[in-house]
């Protein structure tokens, strides 16, 4: 069983940076991919960015450039460094473990979520 938790989540302005940690509980080694998601007011969730464990990373097309992600599986961590932030990047952000189970099964794990308001 792995637990996820974020922090690094406010309130920004425009042009802002910001910088959401995710802690595991459990061993991250055994976790393929793992991956950022936010969710805005009256909007689907939607994939931030992903990287997997081999260090393929994947980013939303309004993000690139602005944000990076990156994994520390030695400190249990995942992070997600946000610059030139825009009041559209604003929602609630969570963390996603994927674990492969099997051969054509995976588990994932979810963390509470931070939020995270650009605003002026």
């Known amino acids: 069983q792995v637990q996820l938790v974020e922090s690094g989540g406010g309130l920004v302005q425009p042009g802002g940076s910001l910088t959401l940690s995710c802690i595991a509980s459990?061993?991250?080694?055994?976790?393929?991919?793992m991956g950022w998601y936010r969710q805005g007011a009256e909007k689907q969730r939607e994939l931030v960015a992903e990287i997997y464990r081999g260090g393929h990373k994947y980013y939303l097309d309004s993000v690139k450039g602005r944000f990076t992600i990156s994994r520390d599986d030695a400190k249990n961590t995942l992070t997600l460094r946000m610059n030139s932030l825009k009041p559209a990047d604003t929602g609630v952000y969570s963390c996603?473990?994927?674990?492969?189970?099997?051969?054509?099964?995976?588990?994932?794990?979810w963390g509470q979520g931070t939020q995270v308001t650009v605003s002026s």
């Open positions: 459990g061993s991250m080694f055994s976790i393929e991919t």
């Open positions: 996603k473990g994927t674990k492969r189970t099997g051969l054509k099964t995976t588990v994932d794990y």
